[in-house]
């Protein structure tokens, strides 16, 4: 079980986590922009004046790395495996989290494409945004439903430290704790039946 010393860390990093979302919030005020449903809005002085700046595409390639152009088509190429994962994510929590009683991960909060409305971008930087907004995404919802098919059924710490954890693995049993495992499992698992109760 958590011991009251990393709860309470948690706790704070939560309220940390809360505070950046409202602080980004405030500096989008400032940036002379508002989102109005799924829409990004410029006001109209701010938006003429980023449209100066964009870069014409003769001048982007001239300017550009040839190491950046020559690789550009490996990169591309990444997307058939991606939006075969990001198909397979999709078919595998249909088909699974409902049998375990956990919450569907909802993948347009992952998968964000919006920079393609910046006016200083020209069409290739949007194509590079759009790509990179969906592959991040999508590494991003495979991730948390990763982290929830652990939490399920293997929700025990590395003996090794992990580079970058995921939001949930701070709660898992430790590694070697054999004594409280089935009692923390359990734990772990009313929780993820108490999420899906709380979206529904």
């Known amino acids: 079980m958590l011991d009251e010393r990393v709860a309470g860390l948690l706790k704070q990093i939560s309220d940390l986590e809360d505070e950046l979302r409202s602080a980004l919030n ?4 400032q940036l002379l922009y508002r989102i109005e449903g ?38 591309y190429s990444m997307v058939v495996p991606i939006a075969l994962l990001d198909l397979s994510l999709s078919i595998y929590q249909v088909l699974c989290f409902p049998l375990y009683r956990v919450s569907h991960v909802t993948r347009s909060d992952y998968i964000l494409v919006d920079r393609f409305s910046l006016p200083y971008l ?4 949007k194509l590079n945004c759009l790509y990179c907004a969906y592959a991040g995404g999508v590494i991003a919802y495979a991730r948390e439903i990763a982290a929830r098919t652990e939490q399920y059924w293997c929700p025990i710490k590395h003996a090794r430290k992990v580079l970058d954890p995921h939001r949930r693995y701070a709660r898992y049993a430790d590694f070697g704790d054999s004594e409280n495992y089935q009692d923390i499992l359990e734990s772990l698992r009313d929780d993820l039946e108490q999420e899906r109760a709380s979206q529904s």
């Open 122 to 125: 020209n069409s290739i930087e």
């Open 26 to 29: 405030e500096q989008q005020t």
């Open 38 to 75: 799924k829409r990004i809005e410029f006001e109209k002085g701010f938006r003429e004046a980023q449209m100066k700046l964009r870069k014409g595409l003769i001048k982007w390639f001239i300017e550009s790395k040839l190491r950046n152009v020559a690789t550009a088509p490996v990169i």
